[in-house]
RNA sequence: GGAAGGUUGGCAGAGUGGUCGAAUGCGCCGCACUUGAAAUGCGGUAUGCCGCAAGGCAUCGGAGGUUCGAAUCCUCCACCUUCCGCCA
């Protein structure tokens, strides 16, 4: 959540940063008019308690009749306002809730994807003396990917990752944890399923992406969108000495998401499903360096891009096609011949205090004074949508696929369906 | 799924209706002593909210309740530990 002092002070800023994101601009003022609200209702029911509590205190010294009506008055004063004061709060938390991270300053205003900023590309495209087929076609005659079972079995948008695949996924894998383990990240296996509360204070909860989220309703657990999820909360409720920081974690855990608002889209194959594996990157930073460790984490996801040889762009992402919890985002996009497109594969988010509010997490400065801490997420290997990258570039005029170098120790084969 | 015990400040651990935001110890910070350090002594040391401030309010796992007044009594829930059962 964004800090409440700054939006009663800066309350043009945000409704700014909110346009940019195409979010309505008017919860702003509606906040600010059920803050107030709460913050009147929060005085009077102080000064109401005050008042109770020097006459419990005289009453413990000596009761009398005519002080015990007037405790006994006030008693049922109290309860009244309190309730009139629990529905404000809730009032205005719900609004709060529907106000994104505001971009920094510098981030470019756009209405959509179409307005990012391509930054560099890196690689070459694969000239082939052929036209590409694209990965369904091939992962399909190669018994990569069988989309056709998933669905019988479980409904649209599964798919089975079968043979070289299935292997391929756990070689992206350790390629993706031995690179970064290397770099002093912990390795992080962590639980797939969040508290409602925890998960609100993440801000993925917002009103926005709620129904993007499976929840089991006899247990009161939602199912993870990415590890980001669980690992932010890894510390929450902690402090962190300045020394500490960055503090740098690789997750390897599967995602499960609802995909609900996409019905037209990606229907077909496995580039947009209800569940895939994600090797991600998590990182608690010191709010002056942020920006540094940012850049840091999207020079991993290269280096790794660059470690399956495949060709991508870098895209800095425009006000209107950035996510709910990021100030900056850049994502990496993987060059598809098959489908003559970039597409993204890859995330690279700032969110800087806006999960570390919820969670609670800060930082010890010099002087003891504990700060909140930025958060960042990255991804590493998005397993689905790493192996359509690696199916359609090393695609062969016989209809086989090479493995890439940095795979074939893993695989244990340098070409699939030879 | 069954049984028992537990959840208090950074940690350990007292506290069973008002004098408790909370003893004590450890840790941490400051000061004194010391050439320096250790030891010792003195002082300080939770968080959030409202308020210009003075100050006030809230918080003892969570939510309700009883009471003029709850860390303390009652109800429900969550979590943890141990034992039994089941299970990859």
Request: aromatic residues 8%.
């Amino acid at each position: 959540m964004l800090d409440i002092t700054f939006i009663r002070e800066n309350p043009e800023k945000v409704k700014k940063g909110m346009e940019s994101k195409h979010q309505d601009p008017k919860i702003v003022d509606k906040f600010l008019r059920a803050d107030e609200d709460w913050r009147a209702k929060t005085t009077a029911y102080d000064q109401l308690k005050a008042e109770q509590n020097t006459l419990s205190k005289e009453l413990s010294a000596g009761q009398s009749e005519n002080l015990l009506s007037k405790a006994q008055f006030l008693k049922k004063r109290l309860s009244d306002i309190e309730n009139e004061q629990a529905e404000l709060k809730k009032m205005r938390d719900d609004l709060l809730s529907r106000i994104p991270n505001i971009p920094f300053d510098d981030v470019s205003v756009g209405k959509d994807e179409s307005e990012n900023k391509v930054l560099r590309e890196v690689g070459t495209k694969p000239d082939f003396d052929f036209t590409p087929k694209d990965y369904l076609t091939l992962g399909e005659k190669l018994g990569l990917i069988d989309v056709k079972k998933a669905a019988e079995v479980s409904g649209s948008r599964f798919g089975y990752i079968l043979r070289e695949a299935a292997l391929l996924e756990f070689a992206l894998v350790k390629l993706a944890m031995d690179t970064l383990v290397e770099k002093g990240f912990i390795p992080a296996v962590p639980p797939v399923m969040i508290k409602p509360k925890v998960y609100e204070g993440m801000g993925r909860l917002a009103a926005d992406q709620k129904e993007e989220r499976y929840y089991f309703e006899k247990d009161d657990v939602y199912l993870v969108g990415s590890s980001e999820h669980t690992m932010g909360p890894i510390h929450m409720n902690e402090v962190f000495e300045e020394s500490e920081l960055p503090r740098r974690y690789v997750a390897f855990s599967t995602c499960f998401r609802r995909e609900a608002g996409s019905y037209g889209k990606d229907t077909k194959g496995i580039l947009r499903v209800h569940q895939f594996d994600k090797v991600e990157m998590f990182s608690f930073a010191h709010p002056e360096h942020s920006e540094e460790e940012h850049k840091f984490l999207l020079s991993c996801q290269e280096e790794l891009m660059q470690k399956l040889e495949l060709p991508y762009r870098v895209v800095e992402i425009c006000t209107g096609d950035m996510g709910w919890t990021d100030a900056r985002q850049f994502d990496v996009e993987t060059w598809l011949p098959g489908q003559g497109s970039y597409r993204e594969t890859n995330s690279c988010s700032n969110t800087t205090d806006f999960q570390s509010r919820g969670m609670n997490i800060k930082y010890k400065t010099k002087d003891g004074e504990k700060k909140l801490i930025h958060m960042l997420n990255a991804t590493g290997f998005a397993i689905g949508r790493v192996l359509i990258g690696i199916i359609e570039n090393n695609q062969t005029k016989e209809g086989t696929v090479r493995v890439p170098k940095a795979l074939q120790a893993y695989v244990g084969k340098e070409e699939i369906g030879k």
